[in-house]
């Protein structure tokens, strides 16, 4: 971690000196600012202004217009695209661009509800700088199909590395009976540790990821060794095994946030540029890889499950545990291979959803433990397979809903969806009923 | 190190509105689990109602501050309903589960920007105090003496979030001496027996659910009483530090949480003061924003061993052990 702790320092230093460079750029630079279109900058110390831009090609001449409070206002960008309006209060305006104004066959694409208008307002500083998204013509927005086919390919990338989580936690309550509250944080780890070696010890990362992932076992290994073994030797309850998982959960949580920061990193090749398919749906390399492991990975614990001694001993104890023990399965040493396993599955999940997002954060874990456990329940408590198809539909859901509602609600789909499949089927789609209890 | 400090800021931490309204929540919580049985990890769910239901009552719609806490209550009330009708009949950790996602759904629902107009989304709502101080008996000035001295307006925060405090208290005191109260530790020791004595079990969990709820939004709006209300408070840790409380004091015990959450706050102010400075004086090998952290991991680490070692809490009764099953 020493390492790690400074390489950050390094890093920190670089991005210093870079912003020194930029903020001398933006000095030579900055008479060709002030040459931008400015209309009451002088009278009033709140400032709006944007950039007027079509294919990166700055538009001159195009009419703004502010209105709001009783002081409208209308300014003409300059060459380079620029305005600026000072307005008198701080507080809500409206910001118009005058469409007849900019070349023929753009338009603003912003919004169809606003069209060319914004509502804009001030943050903590009396600058707001208000831009608009130009557009081509009349077929600016892709197609309702379109968008549909983009977001289910999404949503099955999400839904697939969702799956990796969920399986390796639905393992875990068939063998154990225990809702582990601290997958999220396993999720986390395996990225972090990617990030580790492949970031700050520069291991190139076909490397550092599968040793990441090898890695999330032996926290696996380490934590049924050290935590959950004695806890059933001492017959602990289930109830008090749950709050014992909040408790890691959060100590591995803030133990996390100690090492890395704050901070959001990212993993090398996160932003790669999309590669079109077909239709409306472009793929990263990063993505179409995502992917590909997680399919072969949940074959290849499928194939595990059905058709290895041990796959079946782990699905035996999930059904009942002491008729497999009466039967000869060591229950203790499944479990153990079942820890390693799932923290494994998580910590890849966690690896491939960094890519997703793209980003590393202390507590990345902690909604994608809400989304593990809707996918849990709506295929069903303790089954591998209903764990992999709720995923998958849990997945799309996520994904499909940002057509309707705003992308910031959208894991309010998913969690609704966990209620719903309660009051309706609370068995889940494959869970037996007595299972409920 | 400057411990003169160190002890005045920690002592303030001993009446903070905070340690208050999490002794409020706690008291609720203890409702839930502790004679209930409930596992509700959505307590911060409820407090968010409290403080935004509060909030937003003055701010949007212009009502009486003690209305807008009317309105906290009510809608904890609706919230316990709305989870309490498709989890109650199942098993315990479908509680568990559903209520810490339906407290994260709460969470978004006020972060949003969809109802920016009331929320103001991410960064909070504020200046919601006039009425409340304006309801101040007391006169201008700064009262109190050593660690304690507070303007008139920080004493009615305290005063008024300890009477809150009492009629909780009391009103846990005095219901779980009657027969409601047996009835509901019956259930929490074995449902079906209860249930074969001819009670209606879900009826009363949901009067536990909703009672406990209720009393966690009225946490939520103490803790909102002082400063402002900000959705990023309302997060699972939130829920997860009521819990380290609730079972630190004692979950089945009447004063269990209040004394939990007094040394919950005063540890972590401790160390929040110390460990910093150690840092600085480098005694500590960690830099400032670690020692920072550290007194969470002290939390969660806190949390795994009281329920291994002491799962009764420091004044609970071995007998009256509310993990059951």
Do not use: H
């Given at each position: 971690m020493k390492a790690a702790r400074k390489a950050s320092q390094r890093r920190s230093r670089l991005v210093v000196s870079l912003f020194a460079v930029v903020m001398a750029m933006l000095a030579i630079t900055a008479p060709g600012a002030a040459s931008?279109?400015?209309?009451g900058t002088d009278e009033y110390d709140f400032v709006f202004s944007g950039n007027v831009k079509y294919n990166s090609e700055p538009l001159e001449d195009v009419l703004i217009k502010v209105s709001g409070n009783g002081y409208e206002n209308e300014v003409v960008t300059d060459a380079e695209g620029k305005w600026k309006i000072g307005v008198p209060e701080k507080d809500k305006y409206t910001i118009t661009i005058d469409?007849?104004?900019?070349?023929?066959?753009?338009?603003?694409?912003?919004?169809e509800a606003n069209g060319a208008s914004k509502e804009a307002e001030f943050g903590l500083t009396g600058n707001k700088t208000v831009n608009f998204f130009l557009g081509e013509g009349v077929r600016n927005v892709t197609s309702f199909g379109d968008q549909l086919l983009e977001r289910i390919v999404n949503g099955l990338n999400f839904g697939l590395m969702l799956a990796l989580a969920a399986i390796g936690a639905s393992l875990v309550f068939g063998t154990t009976g225990l809702s582990n509250f601290a997958h999220g944080e396993l999720v986390t780890l395996g990225a972090v540790f990617t990030l580790v070696l492949g970031?700050?010890?520069?291991?190139p990362l076909l490397l550092a990821i599968p040793v990441a992932v090898l890695l999330s076992g032996a926290v696996g290994l380490g934590l049924d060794a050290a935590l959950w073994r004695p806890l059933r030797k001492r017959g602990t309850g289930l109830t008090q095994l749950l709050i014992v998982s909040i408790g890691l959960s959060l100590a591995l949580r803030y133990l996390i946030q100690f090492f890395i920061g704050g901070n959001i990193y990212q993993l090398p090749g996160s932003s790669d540029t999309k590669i079109n398919l077909f239709g409306s749906v472009s793929l990263s390399v990063v993505d179409m890889v995502s992917m590909g492991v997680s399919i072969v990975v949940l074959l290849a614990v499928a194939w595990w499950l059905t058709r290895t001694r041990i796959g079946k001993a782990t699905r035996a104890i999930s059904d009942n545990p002491s008729l497999a023990a009466a039967s000869g399965i060591n229950v203790n040493g499944v479990v153990r291979i079942v820890w390693v396993v799932s923290a494994a599955l998580a910590g890849l999940a966690g690896i491939l959803w960094a890519f997703f997002i793209p980003g590393i954060k202390w507590d990345m874990g902690g909604g994608f433990l809400l989304l593990i456990f809707a996918a849990i329940t709506l295929g069903g408590l303790g089954t591998a397979f209903g764990a992999a198809i709720g995923s998958l539909i849990v997945g799309l859901l996520v994904e499909v809903s940002t057509l309707w509602i705003p992308s910031d609600l959208k894991y309010l789909g998913a969690l609704a969806v966990l209620i719903v499949v309660l009051l309706v089927r609370p068995q889940g789609l494959l869970g037996r009923k007595e299972r409920i209890g | 190190m400057d411990w003169g400090a160190v002890l005045n800021n920690t002592a303030g931490?001993?009446?903070s509105p905070t340690t208050i309204a999490y002794a409020i929540a706690a008291v609720g919580l203890a409702v839930h689990f502790?004679?209930?049985?409930l596992l509700n990890f959505g307590m911060a769910g409820f407090m968010a109602l409290g403080a935004y239901g509060y909030a937003i009552s003055i701010l949007?719609?212009?009502?009486?501050w003690w209305a807008g806490i009317i309105v906290g209550m009510l809608a904890a009330t609706v919230f316990a309903l709305i989870l309490g009708?498709?989890?109650?009949?199942?098993?315990a950790d479908y509680l568990a589960i559903v209520t810490i996602a339906a407290a994260e759904i709460v969470r978004l629902l006020f972060t949003t920007q969809v109802f920016d107009e009331f929320?103001?989304?991410?960064d909070g709502l504020g200046g919601y105090h006039a009425g409340f101080r304006g309801a101040n008996p007391i006169p201008e000035g700064t009262y109190g003496f050593g660690p304690w001295q507070y303007t008139e307006n920080q004493w009615w925060v305290r005063i008024f979030g300890i009477l809150i405090l009492a009629v909780v208290v009391l009103i846990v005191f005095l219901l779980m001496r009657s027969p409601w109260g047996r009835v509901l530790k019956g259930i929490r020791e074995d449902e079906d027996a209860v249930r074969a004595l001819g009670k209606n079990v879900f009826a009363y969990k949901m009067q536990s659910l909703v009672l406990g709820g209720v009393f966690g939004a009225l946490g939520g709006v103490v803790f909102a009483l002082p400063s402002a209300v900000v959705p990023?408070?309302?997060?699972t840790s939130l829920t997860f530090f009521l819990w380290t409380i609730l079972l630190l004091g004692?979950?089945?015990?009447?004063?269990g949480p209040v004394v939990g959450s007094v040394i919950f706050w005063v540890i972590m102010a401790f160390l929040d003061n110390v460990l910093p400075q150690l840092a600085a004086d480098d005694i500590?090998?960690?830099s400032n924003i670690q020692a920072a952290v550290v007194r969470y991991i002290f939390v969660g680490v806190a949390l795994l061993l009281i329920v291994i070692?002491?799962?009764?809490?420091?004044?609970?009764?071995k007998k009256e052990l509310t993990f059951v099953k």
């Open positions: 931008a279109d400015e209309v469409e007849s104004t900019l070349p023929k066959g753009v338009i603003v694409a912003d919004d970031v700050f010890n520069q291991w | 931490w001993l009446i502790g004679y209930g049985g949007s719609f212009g009502l009486p009708i498709p989890t109650l009949r199942l098993r929320t103001n989304s991410a990023a408070v309302y997060v004692g979950a089945a015990t009447i004063f500590l090998p960690i070692f002491r799962p009764q809490g420091i004044f609970g009764n």
